[in-house]
């Protein structure tokens, strides 16, 4: 073999090692900052842009937390044309997130959710604030009316005169957003009282959305006329002249896969005691008025599941009934 031919030979198989280490690179590289050469390039912007992109976004996990508690009237009263006793009860049952988006710290969300079920007042856990919900229940009867201690079997108890249920789950969730629904029901013994509030959670930054993170409010104005609309239109619906348009952007509503739907609680649109009312509002009519901020939330899509809402069972009815008796 010739000098010359060897040299062609070393050549050619250099060119071909180059070749090969070139396509290795492009095949290997990506756009999305989690190539290793990527990071040695830019390493802060690499590990920013990794973790904001849909595939490092983890399944969430929730705890059932259920209790019910029955409260018997500590004085017997006439029902009919005998003596019985009144008894109260308190349900809860809550599907509480305690890892969203392989989060365990929730501290936040955990604050705006306990605020929407009971209001004003600080609880450092759940179990706290559960604690405090059983033990001084806000019936319409004063709550020393009842007594917690089990009455005799052979005691005839009445009607339940009261009741609190406070359901809390979660209703839908994107990559990025995590809607957690609290519905709370209250009965006075004549009517049902039904109230729906909902927390607004950014999965991905782990921030709890206010309205202004939601709506732009330099357009609230036109926002407001929409949902005002819709206020009309139920008006008609129901042939009810005591609606009323309202005069701030309400705070609590649901995404539906076509509406907005805008929980109105007992009072807001309508006379005391005519119950709580959904005013549905076009996605289409709305989207323009989103932030960018949260219209971003909301187009990335690609793993939306709905929850749905979470109801009694009547296996839990009839076991409350039993453990009653």
């Keep these: 073999m010739s000098k010359r031919t060897l040299y062609i030979i070393i050549g050619l198989l250099l060119f071909l090692d180059v070749a090969a280490f070139l396509i290795y690179i492009v095949g290997n590289s990506n756009r999305d900052g989690k190539s ?23 399944e969430d996990r929730f705890d059932t937390i259920s209790r019910s508690v029955t409260y018997v009237s500590h004085d017997k009263m006439m029902v009919g044309n005998e003596g019985k006793r009144m008894f109260a009860t308190v349900k809860l049952k809550l599907v509480w997130p305690v890892s969203i988006n392989n989060r365990k710290d929730l501290c936040k969300l955990e604050k705006a959710l306990m605020k929407k079920m009971v209001g004003s007042g600080v609880y450092g856990s759940i179990e706290e604030c559960v604690d405090t919900l059983l033990l001084h ?15 005799d079997s052979d005691t005839a108890l009445g009607s339940n005169h009261t009741r609190f249920c406070c359901r809390v789950f ?5 990559n990025f957003l995590l809607e957690m629904a609290v519905l709370i029901e209250r009965f006075d013994g004549r009517m049902k009282h039904r109230e729906m509030k909902v927390v607004h959670y950014d999965r991905l930054h782990h921030k709890v959305l206010g309205l202004d ?8 104005e036109d926002i407001l006329s929409l949902v005002n609309q819709s206020i009309e239109e139920l008006k008609l619906r129901k042939k009810n002249k005591s609606i009323h348009e309202i005069y701030y952007i309400p705070h609590d509503f649901l995404l539906g896969s076509k509406s907005v739907i805008f929980y109105m609680g007992d009072g807001i649109i309508a006379s005391a005691g005519s119950g709580m009312y959904e ?19 909301l187009n990335n899509d690609s793993h939306f599941k709905s929850y749905g809402f979470l109801t009694w069972t009547d296996k839990e009815e009839k076991q409350e009934k039993k453990e009653r008796r």
């Design 36 to 58: 290793p050469i990527n990071f040695a390039l830019n390493d802060s912007s690499a590990v920013e842009q990794a973790d904001t992109i849909p595939d490092v976004v983890l």
């Design 279 to 297: 005013v549905s509002v076009r996605n289409s009519k709305l989207t323009p008025y989103f932030t960018d901020y949260y219209n971003e939330l």
């Design 170 to 174: 979660p209703y839908l969730g994107t």
């Design 137 to 151: 229940p806000k019936f319409v009867m004063p709550s020393d009316s009842y007594v917690t201690t089990v009455v």
């Design 213 to 220: 993170d939601i709506f732009n409010y330099s357009k609230r």
